[in-house]
């Protein structure tokens, strides 16, 4: 698929890029363009094209708004110390947004197109690329000043680019039925930590109400839907004084399933990596995937089971599991303090050490600076 470009592109100056730079916050600002390829059943895959970034326009009767026939993926472009441009296992992405497509009757997208897509948008939107400063880069030339802070309390030389893929259902109709008309658009938007503390440890509330997921349901799908059904307990999650919420499984309540919006992963005293198996009511996390191959890169042991909730109070109380964190490409890897919930809170003893070192090689990969042995990094610019 050949991206048509604009002919006469039009760039934010320097001056706002920089100031974005020094802080941009997750989410909130944007680049100046987008890609988008058009899908009707008659057509199938055509128009792709890089366009400026802007509102897109929709019928009101556009099915996405009524029945959230929608998907996404995130990742993220990383600059390294000689100023090229990387992506991190876009093919995991490319894949699992083929069966996120599945799953909602939307159309797949080949995966050289989603490549495509990502490629075009970030060689002509480059120049938004953090740079990155963390005093490890051998090279001082990329220093060029833009990045000193993302938010305060850690992660500061963790800027990159975030890739926001997703497809929806564009046709106007109210019948309840797969849309013959799709789109895909990628936009991108600089970023730093997703937690406002960056790699400071955060609580999480586990949720004993709501489920994010059940048996037969989208849990595994990448879509809008399950987002939003995480909303209400995120929202008592705040009320309790924590960042995330953690589910358990919709028919037993009593089984880990994931994070509203990343997975978890427990580190037990003899080395063990413990984290829920993927059964279809949990997103196959790239990074959750990346983080069970870095740690048995160290010399952990990863263990994909289902982990009951008794067995992390009694666990943790035992000592048997000293760390607990979140994964995913926003979060890359965060240490968790503490989980709250009716009971009381599980405070976990350790320091994160673990936790730290496996966030460490895995960011160390992405940007360059530790030898990707596993062949992850994917080269854009
Ligand atoms: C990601 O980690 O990329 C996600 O899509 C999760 C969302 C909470 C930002």
């Not at 128009?47 to 099915?63: E, F, K, N, R, S």
């Not at 093919?91 to 495509?116: G, M």
């Not at 063990?272 to 993927?278: A, I, K, N, S, W």
Request: contains cysteine.
């Amino acid at each position: 698929m050949e991206f048509t470009l604009p002919t006469d592109p039009t760039f934010s100056d320097a001056a706002t890029i920089a100031r974005v730079h020094a802080n941009p916050g997750f989410g909130v600002h944007f680049t100046d363009h987008m890609s988008r390829v058009e899908w009707t059943a008659d057509q199938g895959w055509h128009d792709a094209a890089v366009v400026p970034y802007g509102p897109i326009q929709l019928d009101p009767a556009a099915a996405v708004l009524h029945y959230a026939q929608e998907i996404f993926e995130g990742m993220k472009a990383y600059r390294h110390g000689d100023g090229s441009v990387w992506t991190f296992r876009p093919e995991a992405n490319a894949a699992r947004y083929a069966r996120s497509a599945t799953r909602l009757q939307l159309p797949v997208l080949p995966a050289a197109d989603f490549l495509a897509s990502i490629e075009a948008l970030v060689r002509l939107d480059e120049r938004w690329v953090p740079a990155v400063l963390d005093g490890r880069s051998d090279d001082e030339g990329v220093d060029d000043g833009r990045c000193e802070q993302g938010h305060s309390g850690g992660g500061q030389g963790e800027q990159s680019l975030y890739l926001r893929p997703f497809m929806f259902a564009r046709e106007a109709y109210l019948g309840v039925r797969a849309a013959r008309s799709v789109t895909h658009l990628v936009i991108a938007s600089p970023v730093g930590p997703y937690f406002p503390g960056g790699v400071e440890p955060v609580d999480i509330w586990l949720e004993d109400e709501f489920s994010r997921a059940a048996p037969g349901g989208t849990g595994a799908a990448k879509c809008g839907g399950n987002y939003a059904a995480s909303l209400q307990a995120q929202a008592k999650a705040a009320e309790h004084g924590c960042s995330q919420v953690l589910f358990l499984d919709a028919v037993e309540h009593r089984w880990l399933e994931e994070l509203g919006g990343m997975n978890i992963v427990l580190v037990s005293a003899d080395g063990e990596l413990v984290t829920p198996e993927t059964s279809g009511t949990i997103l196959e996390g790239v990074t959750r995937s990346s983080v069970l191959q870095v740690g048995r890169d160290l010399g952990l042991t990863p263990v994909e089971r289902p982990v009951a909730w008794a067995e992390v109070v009694a666990g943790v109380e035992a000592g048997r599991f000293t760390e607990i964190f979140a994964c995913g490409t926003a979060a890359v890897i965060t240490p968790i303090r503490a989980i709250r919930s009716n009971g009381g809170e599980l405070v976990v003893p350790g320091s994160g050490e673990v936790s730290l070192r496996i966030r460490e090689r895995l960011v160390d990969i992405q940007y360059g600076r530790a030898e990707d042995t596993h062949g992850w990094l994917y080269r854009l610019a």
